[in-house]
């Protein structure tokens, strides 16, 4: 229960509502238990008539000051004719049903619409969350599990913040009053009435151990489930295209099969909970009945056929409250088992975060990289080794090397996404941890390598990169990136809906989309992550020529595996194995005929060949 404790701030936030809730609980309850008391009333009142209609001399001793104050006073009010007494306790009860009924509806509209509340609190704190944190985390959680989390396990902790809590406090109140009229009216009936229940308590303590352990298997593989689901969604051409529909398939089944027979598990063991409650509550309305009969039949003080119905009733209000016990400590279970995944990305600090004393700095665009060294945590691989390079205001660089070779990982430090273990980067002499994170990614922009497009409109996801921004300037972004006349051949032009993560569209359209919402951002720095890859040659040199216009005062930092020979760089920083091999213009560099030399002699060739 200790998991659950991290909602407390919840029921304290609409704590109004809660309170309300349980004073409500009561007052449904308090009339209900009055139900009891007027049947009890009417039955003696019958069988009164009945004997004294057929000349018996029997006189019913039974004393109604064990009944509630306003039970008392209604009884008093009656004149002495069976008949209106029936009559008007009739219409009596049916009025207390009634009001019973609209204190229930009152109690739903609090607790179950806190509990609404609290879901929607939770799901926007975990989303939240999910954004703070690095994205390390990310590379070693699948999305399927983070889905499932803020989704499935939200939704079983809200079954324990609405239902669970409601029949608890109702099962509480029902119990209460039970309890204290019944012993008011009869000790021995209610102790004989009441004895299956250390049996009960028993039976609920040993099935929930079982149960939270079964809910906690269920939950991490409905996680394996769904993230099996959403890989092969998003990866379906993949699979299509190695015709290994077969194979995914079967895999997903097995992951199925292990879901359903631990489901099914479970239902087996609440299909046996269930019926043993029923059976319990049914074991002592027999008991009650067979020994108040017996007190009734000898004559015992107090004994009447009105307290056996006045007890069978309330047994009979006991039997849903106390069989909703296990369904209660079930959900709760479960909660338990959901809340504890939550916390477990909850209570994850993101290690990349911002310093108490970071600062708003406006960057004019110089930057420091000073023996920077990096190694990724999750894999071990040694990406940057003692990296040092320094870029003044407006310069362009260009970062060239193999695959592998740590050009991306550059990128990735730049932007903050992971810091260095050793070494420094500075922004106008500034640490980049001393910062602000969004004030430092808000002035830079970056094309990933790997292109990501939302499931929105071609406008939209350009003004992604500002979105405040006027249609003229996405439509001077689409022209920089020589994308605005194929935007404008699509029916709906800027309007035109891309499919999940752009599947619509080419390779090469996505890249301009995606190198366009950086240019509408209209930044100081900008970072390309061999953002052209997927580019012909033609529209490849349309990009740089208006890159060419638009970065003449900005710090520029393009990384490749491609040299731009039109593209005038300042700075042309070649990496292999995470180290600077060799750094200068590309006249110097094709001077000392070394590892640039080499590439850009196997590009020329390789253009020749293609041409």
Not at 14 to 24: A, E, P, Q, S, V
Not at 291 to 304: I, M, S, Y
Not at 408 to 424: E, F, H, I, K, W
Not at 590 to 598: L, V
């Given at each position: 229960?200790?998991?659950?404790?991290?909602?407390?701030?919840?029921?304290?936030k609409?704590?109004?509502?809660?309170?309300?809730?349980?004073?409500?609980v009561?007052?449904?309850?308090?009339f209900?238990?009055l139900?009891?008391?007027?049947?009890?009333?009417?039955?003696?009142?019958?069988?009164?008539?009945?004997?004294?209609?057929?000349?018996?001399?029997?006189?019913?001793?039974?004393?109604?000051?064990?009944?509630?104050?306003?039970?008392?006073?209604?009884?008093?009010?009656?004149?002495?004719?069976?008949?209106?007494?029936?009559?008007?306790?009739?219409?009596?009860?049916?009025?207390?049903?009634?009001?019973?009924?609209?204190?229930?509806?009152?109690?739903?509209?609090?607790i179950?619409?806190?509990?609404?509340?609290?879901?929607?609190?939770?799901?926007?704190?975990?989303f939240?969350h999910?954004?703070?944190?690095?994205?390390?985390?990310?590379?070693?959680?699948?999305?399927?599990?983070?889905?499932?989390?803020?989704?499935?396990?939200?939704?079983?902790?809200?079954?324990?913040?609405?239902?669970?809590i409601?029949?608890?406090?109702?099962?509480?109140?029902?119990?209460?009053?039970?309890?204290?009229?019944?012993?008011?009216?009869?000790?021995?009936?209610?102790?004989?009435?009441?004895?299956?229940?250390?049996?009960?308590?028993?039976?609920?303590?040993?099935?929930?151990t079982?149960?939270?352990?079964?809910?906690?298997?269920i939950?991490?593989?409905?996680?394996?489930?769904?993230?099996?689901?959403?890989?092969?969604?998003s990866?379906?051409?993949?699979?299509?295209?190695?015709?290994?529909?077969?194979?995914?398939?079967?895999?997903?089944?097995?992951?199925?099969?292990?879901?359903?027979?631990?489901?099914?598990?479970?239902?087996?063991?609440?299909?046996?909970?269930?019926?043993?409650?029923?059976?319990?509550?049914?074991?002592?309305?027999?008991?009650?009945?067979m020994?108040?009969?017996?007190?009734?039949?000898?004559?015992?003080?107090?004994?009447?056929v009105?307290?056996?119905?006045?007890?069978?009733?309330y047994?009979?209000?006991?039997?849903?409250p106390?069989?909703?016990?296990?369904?209660?400590?079930?959900?709760?279970?479960?909660?338990?088992?959901?809340?504890?995944?939550?916390?477990?990305?909850?209570?994850?600090?993101?290690?990349?975060?911002?310093?108490?004393?970071?600062?708003?700095?406006?960057?004019?665009?110089?930057?420091?990289?000073?023996?920077?060294d990096?190694?990724?945590?999750?894999?071990?691989?040694?990406?940057?080794?003692?990296?040092?390079?320094t870029?003044?205001?407006?310069?362009?660089?260009?970062?060239?090397?193999?695959?592998?070779?740590?050009k991306?990982?550059?990128?990735?430090?730049?932007?903050?996404?992971?810091?260095?273990?050793?070494?420094?980067i500075?922004?106008?002499?500034?640490?980049?941890?001393?910062?602000?994170?969004?004030?430092?990614?808000?002035?830079?922009?970056?094309?990933?390598?790997?292109?990501f497009?939302?499931?929105?409109?071609?406008?939209?996801?350009?003004?992604?990169?500002?979105?405040?921004?006027?249609?003229?300037?996405?439509?001077?972004?689409?022209?920089?990136?020589?994308?605005?006349?194929?935007?404008?051949?699509?029916?709906?032009?800027?309007?035109?809906?891309?499919?999940?993560?752009?599947?619509?569209?080419?390779?090469?359209?996505?890249?301009?989309?995606?190198?366009?919402?950086?240019?509408?951002?209209?930044?100081?720095i900008?970072?390309?992550?061999?953002?052209?890859?997927?580019?012909?040659?033609?529209?490849?040199?349309?990009?740089?020529?208006?890159l060419?216009q638009?970065?003449?005062?900005?710090?520029?930092?393009?990384?490749t595996?491609?040299?731009?020979?039109?593209?005038?760089?300042?700075?042309?920083?070649?990496?292999?194995?995470?180290?600077?091999?060799?750094?200068?213009?590309?006249?110097?560099l094709?001077?000392?005929?070394?590892?640039?030399?080499?590439?850009?002699?196997?590009q020329?060739?390789?253009?020749?060949?293609?041409?």
């Open positions: 229960m200790t998991q659950l404790s991290t909602l407390n701030k919840y029921f304290w609409y704590r109004w509502l809660f309170f309300l809730g349980i004073l409500f009561i007052l449904t309850n308090y209900r238990i139900s009891p008391q007027l049947t009890g009333y009417v039955v003696n009142t019958v069988i009164h008539s009945i004997d004294a209609g057929k000349g018996s001399t029997a006189t019913y001793n039974q004393s109604y000051s064990n009944y509630d104050l306003i039970v008392r006073k209604i009884i008093e009010n009656f004149n002495d004719h069976p008949g209106n007494k029936i009559l008007f306790t009739g219409l009596i009860l049916i009025l207390v049903a009634v009001i019973s009924g609209f204190f229930m509806f009152l109690m739903r509209q609090t179950i619409v806190m509990s609404r509340h609290i879901e929607y609190d939770q799901k926007n704190e975990i939240k999910y954004q703070k944190l690095d994205t390390a985390f990310y590379k070693t959680h699948s999305t399927g599990d983070l889905m499932n989390r803020i989704a499935e396990d939200v939704s079983r902790v809200r079954m324990y913040t609405g239902p669970a409601m029949y608890f406090i109702n099962l509480a109140a029902v119990i209460g009053f039970s309890l204290y009229f019944m012993i008011r009216s009869d000790v021995k009936l209610t102790l004989v009435a009441l004895c299956p229940l250390p049996i009960l308590a028993f039976t609920i303590y040993f099935v929930n079982i149960i939270n352990k079964k809910s906690e298997r939950q991490s593989l409905l996680s394996d489930l769904t993230t099996n689901a959403q890989e092969s969604y990866g379906i051409r993949v699979i299509k295209s190695f015709v290994q529909e077969k194979a995914m398939l079967g895999f997903f089944k097995n992951n199925s099969e292990s879901y359903r027979s631990n489901a099914l598990s479970l239902a087996k063991t609440e299909a046996i909970y269930f019926p043993s409650m029923a059976l319990l509550i049914g074991l002592s309305t027999l008991i009650t009945i020994v108040g009969g017996l007190d009734v039949v000898q004559h015992a003080p107090g004994a009447t009105g307290k056996i119905a006045e007890f069978v009733m047994i009979q209000m006991l039997t849903f106390v069989s909703a016990i296990g369904w209660t400590a079930s959900m709760t279970q479960r909660a338990v088992a959901s809340q504890k995944r939550i916390n477990e990305f909850l209570l994850s600090a993101p290690t990349i975060k911002n310093e108490p004393d970071a600062v708003d700095a406006i960057l004019a665009g110089n930057i420091t990289i000073q023996n920077a990096f190694t990724y945590p999750h894999t071990g691989i040694h990406a940057i080794k003692d990296f040092s390079l870029i003044g205001k407006g310069e362009k660089i260009a970062v060239v090397g193999k695959t592998g070779s740590g991306s990982t550059l990128a990735q430090l730049l932007l903050r996404m992971y810091d260095v273990q050793n070494g420094m500075l922004y106008d002499g500034i640490p980049v941890h001393k910062i602000d994170l969004a004030h430092l990614r808000s002035q830079i922009s970056y094309v990933p390598q790997d292109v497009l939302f499931s929105e409109t071609i406008g939209n996801n350009i003004r992604f990169g500002k979105n405040d921004a006027r249609e003229e300037e996405v439509a001077t972004a689409a022209r920089q990136a020589s994308i605005y006349n194929e935007i404008n051949s699509f029916a709906q032009g800027f309007e035109t809906i891309v499919g999940e993560r752009g599947v619509t569209l080419s390779g090469g359209q996505k890249q301009r989309i995606s190198i366009a919402r950086a240019l509408v951002k209209n930044p100081q900008v970072i390309f992550d061999d953002c052209l890859s997927a580019v012909d040659g033609k529209t490849e040199k349309e990009i740089i020529s208006s060419y638009y970065l003449q005062d900005k710090t520029a930092i393009i990384i595996h491609r040299i731009f020979s039109l593209f005038s760089f300042d700075k042309i920083v070649v990496m292999d194995e995470g180290k600077v091999m060799e750094m200068g213009t590309h006249e110097s094709m001077a000392k005929k070394g590892m640039y030399a080499d590439m850009f002699a196997r020329q060739e390789q253009e020749k060949k293609s041409g």
